[in-house]
């Protein structure tokens, strides 16, 4: 009877020390969770981010000459920051808007902060449609090596008013896709990458003496790119407009006024016979190629706001 006493008395002093320790771990956990919760409540509602969005504003105009304008930039759950406007506006274009986004938001990532990296995911409306990226800095202090994926779906290039002095004429329809690139943040020129475009319900000027149509319309334009350091490839382009279809590789040599890059770009296109004009009694022989469906090379040449289109 004694011995079972005993034990009686190590088992209840046994459960009473594991419900001490439990009473201690849940009152550290709570003490963690309130800590986090006062830091949160800190750091999303009583961060200065008036002086972040004039210190990133700053950074924008110095390093790349670029004007960046941030609208009303706040916390919001889970942690991310949100914004109401977001543009990008090349100081050399007369103020007009690179980029214009109507809302969205910037979100970190904590894992790869683990392996020593700098990670974040960010989504904008804009133009209709929407952008969605990710952008991971590797290691996180480095500016030097950056990884940049962007997606973009039914961006209505009509809407952009700054489209037409970029390009210097006017282009319409709804454009998606998506690109991912490497390179350096401290020189834009450096990036790489590749990447694919869509573009649908389009419209594009164009001029040529043979042809009746001073616009593409209903154009569609698949295409894969590939960029370095400046020099854009296009390949496996395939188009289709009233009258027209084709396909179109080569080079496009990339300036920093968008509108002087230089084209080198060739392909196939069948014609409908309706849209020529060869002038009375000429190149009857073209005429009948074309009535019979074949497939006649051109050529793109010269800068992207006066390309010279060759046919034949």
């Not at 924008?60 to 009303?72: A, I, S, Y």
């Not at 543009?87 to 392996?115: C, E, K, M, N």
């Amino acid at each position: 009877m004694q011995v079972s006493f005993q034990n009686l008395k190590r088992r209840i002093h046994f459960e009473n020390s594991v419900d001490a320790k439990r009473a201690a771990t849940l009152r550290l956990l709570f003490y963690l969770l309130f800590v986090l919760i006062f830091t949160g409540v800190l750091v999303f509602y009583k961060f200065p981010y008036e002086s972040l969005e004039n210190r990133l504003e700053a950074l924008f105009t110095e390093r790349w000459g670029l004007k960046l304008d941030v609208v009303n930039l706040r916390p919001a759950l889970p942690p991310k920051l949100r914004f109401n406007q977001f543009s990008l506006r090349a100081l050399d274009y007369g103020g007009q808007p690179v980029f214009h986004a109507t809302g969205g938001y910037l979100r970190p990532r904590i894992l790869p902060v683990f392996w020593g990296k700098l990670a974040a995911t960010f989504q904008a409306e804009a133009y209709g449609g929407s952008l969605n990226g990710d952008i991971l800095l590797k290691p996180l202090d480095d500016a030097r090596s950056c990884n940049l994926r962007l997606s973009w779906q039914a961006i209505q290039l009509e809407r952009h008013p700054g489209l037409r002095l970029l390009l210097e004429r006017q282009l319409s329809g709804e454009l998606s896709g998506e690109l991912e690139l490497d390179g350096s943040l401290q020189e834009l020129a450096s990036f790489s990458g590749m990447g694919t475009l869509r573009l649908i319900k389009g419209s594009c000027p164009i001029e040529h003496p043979y042809l009746k149509v001073k616009t593409l319309d209903g154009l569609e334009v698949s295409a894969a790119f590939k960029l370095d350091r400046g020099e854009l490839e296009i390949t496996g382009c395939r188009f289709q407009a009233q009258g027209i279809q084709g396909t179109l590789d080569g080079i496009v040599q990339l300036q920093s006024r968008l509108h002087e890059s230089v084209l080198d770009l060739a392909g196939q296109c069948q014609i409908d016979p309706a849209l020529l004009d060869f002038g009375a009694g000429s190149n009857r022989g073209l005429v009948v190629l074309l009535n019979k469906n074949t497939s006649l090379p051109f050529r793109l040449r010269g800068a992207l706001a006066a390309p010279r289109l060759s046919l034949f």
